[in-house]
């Protein structure tokens, strides 16, 4: 009997972080009480950085981004976003981490979860993700679900099913 696995990974479609981003910034310059305000949406790196004028047009922008991004299916798990920085000028800066591979920690966590489960699979990590390997399609289905439910407080996926 072959053997069947799957990865557990934490990676974030950036095509549709762009293409949110980009609906986002169509709402800021339509948006009324964003006239004339300082308001900005960039993604630099591993990072999306937000600023605004004020805190409550921070507070409104990032309302907007994670709208966007929730209606393109991402997880907003997998956009943290961080404290507010005023700087000298008086432009509110956020930056939100776009999480790209799950920490040796959270890799840990999940293979002591699956563990725990006392599922007929073998659990491996791999560098960034969580490699599960088992005879049967119905413990791996199993995994899934449990991951899933589990609601962990960073984004999962799952890749490379075979």
Request: glycine share 4%; proline share 1%; with cysteine.
């Amino acid at each position: 009997m072959a053997e069947n696995s799957f990865d557990i990974v934490c990676k974030i479609d950036r095509q549709e972080l762009q293409n949110a981003i980009d609906l986002t910034r169509k709402e800021l310059a339509n948006r009324f009480d964003f006239k004339g305000a300082k308001a900005t949406v960039e993604i630099e790196g591993d990072n999306l950085v937000l600023e605004a004028s004020d805190q409550m047009r921070m507070k409104q922008l990032i309302e907007i981004v994670q709208s966007k991004a929730a209606r393109r299916n991402l997880s907003l798990k997998a956009l943290p976003f961080g404290d507010f920085e005023t700087n000298v000028s008086g432009l509110v800066k956020c930056r939100a981490a776009i999480q790209a591979g799950l920490n040796q920690e959270q890799c840990k966590e999940i293979v002591r979860m699956i563990k725990d489960s006392k599922q007929k699979v073998q659990v491996r990590i791999q560098g960034d993700s969580v490699r599960v390997t088992g005879k049967s399609k119905d413990d791996l289905q199993a995994i899934q679900k449990l991951i899933r439910d589990a609601d962990l407080p960073y984004h999962t996926a799952f890749d490379n099913y075979r």
